[in-house]
């Protein structure tokens, strides 16, 4: 595997590996148990399952996968911020894929809340998906921005001008 590859693959197994362990870990810990608080009632890890609409959460994390690992593949040398933000959507579309393939629905444990509102119930899968699309994003549409600042760059002040002249006006 070439190295540009190699770390996206070890954030998503790493991603897989707590999701699924702390979904297990859930599963035992929390089942027909009162909501733990972690900090007070804002965030307190409580069980439920959510089968929400299985086949097209089954199909868009599959497609999410099959997309990513094209997305690296074809393009690896990709800016090390988007390939770690890459990796950890690879890590929670698989990790909430494995569920929904094997149980019909993901376990979900962390509730976060303030005062009447409140949040779903998420999990380490959801969270690394959340977090990889925003800092994608966030990061694309920088590039994206840099690119097209690149495409036409401002002339260096002073190079080919008199002394007298705007920045960009030199000889014709």
């Known amino acids: 595997m070439r190295r540009s590859l190699l770390g996206p693959a070890v954030i998503a197994a790493v991603v897989l590996a707590a999701d699924q362990w702390t979904k297990h870990w859930a599963s035992g810990a929390l089942r027909d148990h009162p ?3 972690v900090v007070g009632d804002l965030v307190r890890l409580t069980y439920t ?31 090390a911020v988007q390939r770690i933000a890459l990796g950890l959507v690879l890590g929670g579309a698989v990790g909430n894929l494995i569920d929904r393939v094997r149980y019909g629905e993901v376990v979900d444990f962390i ?4 005062r009447t509102w409140q949040f779903p119930v998420f999990n380490v899968a959801d969270s690394a998906v ?8 966030l990061v694309w549409t920088g590039s994206s921005r840099r690119r097209e600042e690149g495409a036409d760059p401002a002339p260096l002040a002073g190079a080919g001008s008199s002394a007298g002249d705007p920045p960009g006006a030199g000889p014709a």
Do not use: K, Q, T
């Open 49 to 79: 399952r959510n089968a929400g609409a299985h086949f097209p959460f089954w199909l868009f994390s599959a497609i999410a996968a099959i997309g990513i690992v094209m997305l690296l593949a074809l393009r690896p040398e990709r800016p």
């Open 130 to 137: 959340s977090v990889g699309v925003v800092v994608f994003a």
């Open 35 to 37: 909501p733990l608080r």
């Open 111 to 114: 509730l976060v809340s303030w």
